[in-house]
């Protein structure tokens, strides 16, 4: 936690804990709680007590949030991105997933199915759609921009479908077993 985070917590910790304490309510729930009626003092005791637990234990979320946040920007600045467009996006377009592909140089060199995920900080490279047509593929080293045919955007396909978290979408006509180079009728959907 940042020197300024840690004197914002302290600040709305006091304000908060002040009227709290002194709520005859929570008091009561409080008393309730504990089986017994608590001696002066012991509910801000222990509101200071779980405050200095999450203080020690970094699980204020918005600071986690920033330091992460931070953490990818430094992590992606140094990247490389290599623009990847399909030459026949009539024959097969993009689908897109609730997550990117996350490469590594681990076994497989590919991550992040919903049973394994792993950190996007620890990527080699993101293989992530933009349209139907284009997409991005953030890299460790420089590559030059490619242009696909259907086969490797079917591959690029079957990679977002594989580690989806949870869905792959599609825009709306697309062929979704073409799209991911599986046998017709696979995706199919009957009202």
């Known amino acids: 936690m940042t020197d300024t985070m840690s004197a914002l917590f302290d600040v709305a910790k006091e304000e908060v804990f002040a009227d709290v304490a002194s709520d005859p309510e929570i008091q009561r729930a409080f008393d309730t709680w504990i089986e017994r009626e ?35 920007i430094e ?10 467009t399909l030459a026949r996006p009539n024959r097969v377009e993009f689908v897109f997933a609730d997550s990117p592909v996350v490469v590594t140089t681990g076994p497989g060199g590919i991550a992040g199915t919903a049973a394994k995920p792993v950190a ?3 990527a080699e490279g993101v293989w992530c759609p933009l349209s139907p047509s284009v997409g991005i593929s953030l890299c460790s080293e420089p590559r030059d ?25 599609a825009r709306p006509g697309v062929d979704l077993d073409r799209a991911l180079a599986k046998p017709a009728g696979t995706f199919s959907i009957t009202p």
């Open 38 to 72: 608590a001696a002066p003092g012991e509910l801000a005791a222990h509101l200071e007590e779980k405050a200095q637990a999450w203080r020690a234990q970094n699980t204020l979320f918005v600071s986690r949030v920033q330091h992460y946040f931070h953490k990818a």
């Open 75 to 84: 992590h992606f600045t140094d990247m490389h991105s290599q623009r990847v």
């Open 120 to 122: 996007l900080l620890q």
């Open 145 to 169: 921009d490619v242009v696909l045919g259907p086969s490797g955007g079917q591959q690029l396909n079957l990679l977002s479908w594989r580690y989806a978290s949870r869905f792959v979408g």
